[in-house]
């Protein structure tokens, strides 16, 4: 079940919950909504990180980039993630994890597609394909 919070007419995108994991349709300009389902904030903006970030949760509906001077130590909920530096946490991605050739991850990652370039390093558990619905 999706709900649509755009205006007649407006263009639109389909994103999922980082938090309940259900669809919703958002304008294509938002930055953020709130979940008409779990009434959680959802942050729709892509990322890219070039420096040393830690805190409690990391979720976003967009993409996230990490560059190769990034670091982030967080629990991450991502559409896609693209490592090029380091990551330690905790991973859910709803679409592909990369972890690129200088790129390395230590933690948990759940995720449909995972590409592991050769010269990366991947430390941890892997589960791969698509996440079940909360209900």
Not at 32 to 40: R, T
Not at 89 to 112: C, H, Y
């Amino acid at each position: 079940m999706s709900l649509t919070l755009t205006e007649p007419g407006a263009a639109s995108r389909h994103v999922a919950c980082t938090y309940c994991r259900k669809e919703v349709v958002v304008s294509q300009r938002a930055m953020s909504v709130f979940c008409p389902h779990c009434k959680k904030r959802l942050i729709l903006e892509d990322y890219k990180i070039d420096g040393y970030y830690a805190v409690r949760e990391f979720f976003t509906c967009g993409d996230v980039v990490v560059e190769k001077k990034g670091h982030v130590v967080a629990p991450i909920r991502a559409g896609n993630l693209t490592v090029k530096g380091k990551v330690q946490g905790s991973v859910t991605a709803r679409g592909q994890v990369q972890i690129k050739k200088n790129g390395s991850f230590k933690g948990e990652l759940e995720a449909p597609v995972l590409v592991v370039e050769q010269g990366a390093v991947f430390d941890g558990y892997v589960r791969i394909g698509t996440p079940p619905d909360s209900t």
